[in-house]
């Protein structure tokens, strides 16, 4: 078994050195991540300039490679060829704060994982709902122990084909944890704030700012499911047809 | 009425003209664009650098704004505030090659319309057909009539909540063209191939290339449209959750 992991934190988090000491207990371990932080990145496939690929180290001492492409180039780097042993598995994380409602469009720990889905494989992303960014490997422990046995689960079980898992764990340890609860996409509240500043030769710049989001807490979502103290396991599909609208959007389809 | 432009190509792009000067015959329009390409950007919302925005002109004279952000940013940027007028639709484009199947959450077209739906905005994003990037907005006038048929029949009747349109249009004039088909997202074949060379230096560095995608063409999906020469209208939604994966994905939920 050969499990590819990646995040969207950068190669050096600790977020991505607790999930690899953990799957290494599960199966054989090959890691290929950013080498700087793509947060909020979205789903990017570079093709306007060529990517570098270099080995290093996870602070463990154990061998990773790195690349200035993104999350999701790190996915298709190594499906494409670079990795040479076929792969059976992807799983990115884990990412300090959770990826929750509309967040999965934006994360690059998510759509890591769907480059994957993309390709046919089992993936997985996996999220800590912390508030701050833990600076230890120690505090994604629980979590990544949970992804270990998710990981189990899939490679027993299978996932639908174009199915990806958004895991999003709170941040306890495992007795504190209810237990995995299946969960729908729940809706964020984004209170982005536009600050308007101006540089010393006086013109203006501008930050996307405000408050950090909340949520709707919905019984059944990610984000009632972390507010009870559930991991919170959403299957993300390919598909973003809204299959319920289209009967409700025949008018537009009138001659033209 | 005033509808917010936006596109992934740049505010130089034929097809952000076309759209431009089709659109002003509908509503009051202003024009918020990249300064340069984003093409395969995915859905971003830039935090960690701010962002510059200028005055410019589209290449006939008219009025617009640039910015070093992404597709996504143009759409938040403005609805946060920096566009004084409120704002009743957004529309995304003209893209100069489809948006079809998996494409949608790479296309910087197609999330610029998703971060104005999460906003709550009626949102479309329009893409052309075409093999070869048109360098003339003589090309896009067709699809650009199309989109403002199109705005003003979403604007009569309304979207449904999170949702958003993606729209494709086959390089064809409008005489023949069939007319405007209801749509669900294809499967795109991505046939991406890493090529790797060498520096000056002797070391490699990686290209992600390969053939254009082809796509399946099964009844009813957006590729079987365009490859029928009808307009491809599809909804798509901002919650990805796998409804029809719940039931079978239970044993995830074993106590851990």
Known sequence: MHILL?????????????????????????????????????HVKTLHRPLRVRATALADGSPAMT????PSDCVALAILGLVERPIDMV?????????????VTYSGTVTAAMEAAISGLPAMAVSLDSAEVPSSAE????????????AERVLR????????????????????????????????????????????????????GGEAPTGILDQGTDLWALSEGWVSVTPLQLDLTAYPALDSLSALTLPI
Chains 1, 2 share one sequence.
Do not use: C, F, K
């Open 67 to 70: 690349t200035d492409g993104a």
């Open 91 to 103: 799983i990115s994380g884990i990412n300090p704060h959770a990826n929750v409602g509309h967040d």
């Open 157 to 208: 079980h299978r996932l639908p084909p174009a199915v990806l898992l958004n895991i999003n764990v709170p941040l306890r340890t495992r007795d504190e944890l209810r237990g995995i609860a299946l969960t729908r996409q729940g809706l964020r509240v984004y209170r982005d704030a536009l600050v308007r500043r101006e540089d010393p030769r006086g013109r203006p710049y501008y930050w996307i």
């Open 139 to 150: 505090a994604y422990r629980t979590a990544a122990e949970i992804a270990r046995l998710l």
């Open 6 to 42: 990646t995040n969207d934190d950068g190669v050096d988090a600790p977020g991505l050195l607790a999930l690899a000491q953990a799957m290494r207990r599960l199966a054989d371990v090959t890691v290929l991540a950013p080498d700087h932080n793509w947060s909020a990145s979205g």
